[in-house]
């Protein structure tokens, strides 16, 4: 609690006003209330133990979707986000059959010489076409979207099916209870209703991780190789959503299944067989979608957009990751902790050091959520910070499911 407190003081001392300590109160004490009157009634023997409701998943998936769509809906009516506008064009640029729209007048060789008024956030002008730099994978599914006139539904279908998929790995590896009470968690953080509506890809590729781990929680209790294929499939499809989450993840949920197999050395040489086949499928995405809007096996739209052979947003200077760190890591606390439900960070780190039956499946999921936010912070520059970090969304909800 101290913690919570320090963060809640920092941030706000920095950045915020007194309306981020009402809302923090607002949501933490109700909570401690609760949580303080239930520990109270357990030390005396006679009280009678309170035990959690049953909880309809049905209802909860309802619910959230009864909020999620109407939200999208209302969030895409005017698109002030660069990024979203960027994936919106590309998915028109898709829906028309077309893997790029026919360049403007004054285009030029280099992006860093388009002409200011042709120049558009997130988008690359050249002689023989105009684009936005992402990956293809999210506006190809946006452009179904575009093509029932329902741009805004995608992202709320997927939040509200991964509740379902939360809710399952839960089952399957603690119990149905504490499935059901993660979804629930994650369908009371505005974190998670923020990154479920509107045109963003974290919906998509959140959901694509959290099946991938489904499919991991699948493989490790029964050893059937369809669960691996399955999972190494869902983390190849995130490469064409969010590479640099997607290699990350990959880079988790692989190092842990070979771990766990490394004993069976006929069950490891086969994973190892399955991994590679879909890590090859994977990188000749990546490279084949990078030679045709680049030119270029190797430099990627986002390299290019930006007049370069890497991506600029990425750092492994310590100074830059410093730098990002001092001016972006206190907001970033004090927003996790308000976009996040009340103490779930504590309640995961608790699992973490108390747990003893279900270690492994803890540890896992710890590993998804602490390599993803030590990996951005490679990062610096690019902070998104709104009820949350949202490049930690990905994994986010693999906190609660600890």
Known sequence: MAFYLFVLALGSSRRF?????????????????????????????????????????????????????????????????????????????????????????????KVQETPAELF?????????????????????????????????????????????????????????????????????????????VGMMSHALCAVLAAMACLSLSQALSTGKL??????FACLAATFQVRPYTGFLLTCVMTGATLWLARSNHQLLIRVL???????????????????????????????????????????????????GMARYGPYMLLETLLGGFPFLHLLAGYAVVREKVHRKEVWILAALYIGLVVAYLAHPDGYAVFFGERFHFESFCSARRC
């Open 17 to 109: 006003g007194h309306l981020d300590i009402i809302l923090a109160l607002l949501q933490y004490g109700p909570i401690l209330f609760l949580l303080l009157w239930y520990l109270s009634t357990q030390k005396d023997d006679r009280a009678e133990t309170i035990g959690l409701p049953r909880l309809n998943l049905t209802a909860v998936m309802v619910c959230f979707a009864s909020l999620a769509i109407p939200l999208s809906w209302f969030a895409t009516r005017g698109l002030v986000n660069p990024d979203e506008s960027g994936y919106s064009f590309q998915a028109r640029i898709y829906r028309s059959g077309r893997l790029m729209a026919d360049p403007l007048i004054g285009a030029t060789p």
């Open 120 to 196: 558009y956030a997130n988008h690359i002008l050249r002689p023989f076409g105009w684009f936005p730099k992402f990956p293809p994978g999210w506006p190809m599914v946006l452009s179904l979207g575009y093509l029932v006139s329902a741009r805004w539904l995608p992202n709320a279908i997927f939040g509200t099916l991964q509740l379902l998929v939360m809710a399952a790995i839960g089952s399957r590896w603690f119990s149905r209870e504490t499935g059901a009470l993660a979804a629930v968690f994650a369908a009371l953080s505005s974190f998670y209703l923020v990154n479920s």
């Open 226 to 231: 369809r669960y691996y294929a399955a999972m």
């Open 273 to 323: 067989a399955i991994g590679g086949l879909f890590g090859a499928l994977a990188i000749a995405g990546v490279l084949i979608y990078n030679h045709v809007y680049t030119g270029n096996w190797l430099v990627s739209p986002y390299a290019a957009a930006a007049g370069g052979n890497a991506p600029p947003e990425l750092s492994l200077n310590p100074a830059s990751v410093w730098h």
